[in-house]
């Protein structure tokens, strides 16, 4: 089945969605005829991209909530229960970078990308999940790691490591999914972008003391890499259609991210040292 058979008519829920992939999954899923409930913290940004979406006939609403607060994504997800019915499709997306020395890198801004990126994922999966599962409905997990869970950068290292943790985290749930006796109707997949438009380079934290020039000067290096990235409403049409496949990774750019994870392999199977390169080869952020 296409992946307008697939996920046509359903839910989906999608944070992040006021920028980068996380907009792109919501205008692609509105075209394939889903009703999307559009997360995110920034309120201008999910106001507008329902606008756009509900203007161009497809149906949308807004929801402010930090995925931060664990009590604000279950509460979020009752409110869809009750108001939309079961959820089709779950995507936790939001996500924010760092760049820096992990020396240099404040305390603050550590602890802000850990509970974005890892503990914004185990509030949804806890939300939603166990509803899912009840329904007893054809439902969908994605979970989005990157390119940089299957690579190490340096100078990125906060964003690197929560992307590494979200695919095993993702890993595991696939698992405990099947050991549950949930794996004929609900299905976890991991989502992998490469190099994808997005703001979340101009958004990230950096430094405010020691080698902000580092932080900085990788900044500007990934920035030069996203004048280069896919488009997000593009990136959306690969995933939805690897999705209907049934595949678990879910790759943006096949072969450059599927290069990236046999890269991976082969070092740990070589069980080399990590060695710093010259050349950019992969960008390891993409919400």
């Given amino acids: 089945m296409?992946?307008?058979e697939v996920?046509?008519?359903?839910?989906?829920v999608i944070t992040g969605a006021g920028a980068g992939i996380g907009a792109g999954l919501a205008r692609h899923a509105s075209r394939l005829g889903m009703?999307?409930?559009l997360v995110d913290i920034n309120?201008?940004?999910?106001?507008?991209?329902?606008?756009e979406i509900v203007?161009?006939?497809g149906m949308a609403t807004d929801v402010v909530c930090d995925v931060r607060d664990a009590a604000a994504v279950q509460a979020m997800a009752d409110n869809v229960y009750r108001e939309l019915g079961p959820v089709r499709l779950l995507v936790n997306n939001a996500g924010i970078e760092q760049f820096g020395y992990l020396w240099d890198t404040p305390v603050d801004n550590w602890q802000r990308v850990v509970d974005v990126n890892i503990s914004g994922v185990?509030?949804?999966?806890?939300?939603?999940?166990?509803?899912?599962?009840?329904a007893d409905a054809p439902a969908w997990v994605w979970n989005l790691s990157s390119i940089g869970g299957v690579a190490v950068v340096p100078l990125q290292a906060p964003y690197i490591m929560s992307k590494h943790a979200v695919l095993a985290l993702t890993e595991c749930l696939h698992l405990e999914v099947q050991s549950a006796g949930h794996d004929h109707h609900v299905h976890v997949q991991a989502v992998l972008p490469g190099a994808v438009v997005s703001d979340i380079f101009e958004s990230a934290g950096g430094v405010q003391s020691g080698d902000?020039?580092?932080a900085e000067g990788q900044r500007a290096a990934m920035l030069d890499i996203k004048a280069e990235a896919m488009d997000p409403l593009a990136a959306a049409e690969v995933v939805f259609e690897q999705a209907a496949d049934g595949r678990f990774y879910l790759l943006t750019q096949p072969d450059y991210v599927g290069s990236a994870m046999a890269e991976?392999?082969?070092?740990?199977?070589n069980q080399d040292a990590p060695r710093l390169r010259t050349e950019r080869r992969f960008d390891p952020a993409q919400t």
């Fill in 2 to 4: 296409n992946a307008a």
């Fill in 43 to 51: 309120a201008d940004a999910v106001a507008d991209l329902r606008d």
């Fill in 212 to 214: 902000a020039a580092a």
């Fill in 122 to 134: 185990f509030h949804g999966v806890k939300a939603f999940l166990p509803k899912m599962m009840a």
């Fill in 55 to 57: 203007a161009a006939g």
């Fill in 264 to 269: 991976r392999a082969r070092v740990l199977s």
């Fill in 7 to 12: 996920f046509g008519g359903g839910v989906a």
């Fill in 35 to 37: 009703t999307v409930v």
